[in-house]
């Protein structure tokens, strides 16, 4: 394990060497974190011909927690490596651990994109993917700890890209064509946005968060997140508009064959004429023309129930008919075991207290 000392640019060009690698371990994401406090650490392993075989983007944080000083670890969707290689899996997760240790952090996290089935688990389309079991119980056996702070979806629905655009339109539900129809029979407008549409867009998705009762960040981070994923050409933004009124918008995050919807947002105005599920039709065939294979719609709920609360988003995601793809989530290497579950027991009400604190700032940013 060794640190990398190239450019942003044969960073990612270095991910794509990976068929699994994420868009939350290019060196883009990575930067957008400087601004919440974190620092970036970029990591390679390789062989004995110096080829690299896996690769890892570790975001460093320093926390206050009364008079202690603490230091906390967090690979997003890493480590990157080719997982069904089990020397090669022992060694990166041999130096992950030693690296924890030696920067005296609290814990690491880590939550790969390693799938664990497919399908509802009860229902005749659940598939379980036997490396993902294998490599949950690798992970136990190491000490480490499934998290109890699950930062990014476990779970998703993707939309295979490679069919034509009128198959993937007949797979869907019957109800979420005619919803789509009925979008651009009443007329709303989609049109790719702009620099210039950012602000507006995220005051929709401030008005989004509200209503919805979820925590954004300030403005600055998100204007500065998606225009610089929009100048790398790793972006782009769709607006539907309703008599020259933007309603509704998304923002398409795409690298390494996958395009992901990762950021969504609407007025309540006009929402009768379905202007998301037109939105996201128009997304999934942007994403088909700029030649990508998946559409990830971004999330899925953990328990497949009323009880969860991504259940109503999922049953709209469910009428686009992709597939639900489950995977191992996020995992916690306690390197200080005693401050791990401090740090644990006492996280919950700090979540609490950051949450309010982020609806009171995006309330003010609507009122002003």
Not at 51 to 75: M, P, Q, T, W
Request: proline share 4%; aromatic share 12%; glycine share 6%.
């Amino acid at each position: 394990m060794r640190a990398f000392n190239g450019t942003p640019a044969e960073w990612n060009q270095l991910l794509l060497q990976f068929s699994d690698a994420h868009i939350l371990q290019t060196w883009e994401w990575s930067v957008s974190k400087i601004r919440n406090g974190w620092t970036p650490k970029a990591f390679v392993w390789q062989n004995d011909t110096q080829d690299i075989e896996a690769c890892v983007l570790i975001l460093r944080r320093e926390l206050k927690l009364g008079f202690l000083k603490l230091r906390v670890l967090y690979s997003p969707k890493g480590p990157t490596l080719t997982w069904t290689d089990d020397a090669l899996r022992k060694r990166v997760l041999n130096d992950l651990q030693a690296y924890a240790k030696a920067q005296k952090a609290i814990f690491l996290k880590i939550d790969p994109d390693v799938l664990l089935g497919t399908g509802v688990p009860g229902t005749e389309e659940e598939t379980v993917n036997q490396l993902g079991q294998d490599i949950e119980k690798t992970l136990q056996k190491r000490g480490w700890l499934f998290s109890q702070d699950q930062i990014q979806f476990r779970n998703t629905v993707l939309i295979d890209l490679t069919r034509e655009e009128e198959e993937i339109l007949a797979a869907m539900k019957q109800k979420t064509r005619y919803n789509i129809r009925l979008a651009a029979r009443r007329g709303v407008k989609v049109r790719q946005a702009t620099l210039e549409d950012l602000p507006v867009l995220y005051r929709i998705y401030a008005q989004t968060a509200i209503r919805d009762d979820f925590v954004i960040r300030g403005q600055d981070y998100y204007l500065e997140l998606w225009q610089s994923f929009m100048q790398a050409g790793m972006c782009h933004a769709l607006i539907a508009d309703v008599e020259d009124e933007p309603v509704a918008g998304l923002f398409i995050m795409h690298f390494n064959r996958i395009a992901r919807y990762m950021y969504g947002m609407s007025t309540e105005k006009f929402r009768e004429l379905m202007p998301n599920h037109l939105l996201q039709w128009e997304a999934i065939k942007l994403s088909k023309q700029l030649g990508y294979e998946s559409y990830d719609m971004w999330g899925a709920p953990d328990v497949f129930d009323e009880s969860d609360s991504m259940w109503g988003v999922y049953r709209f995601k469910e009428g686009f008919n992709g597939i639900t793809a489950r995977h191992i989530g996020a995992w916690d290497f306690p390197a200080r075991p005693w401050l791990y579950k401090l740090y644990t027991n006492l996280l919950p009400r700090f979540l609490d207290l950051m949450r309010q604190r982020g609806k009171q700032e995006t309330r003010k940013t609507i009122s002003e």
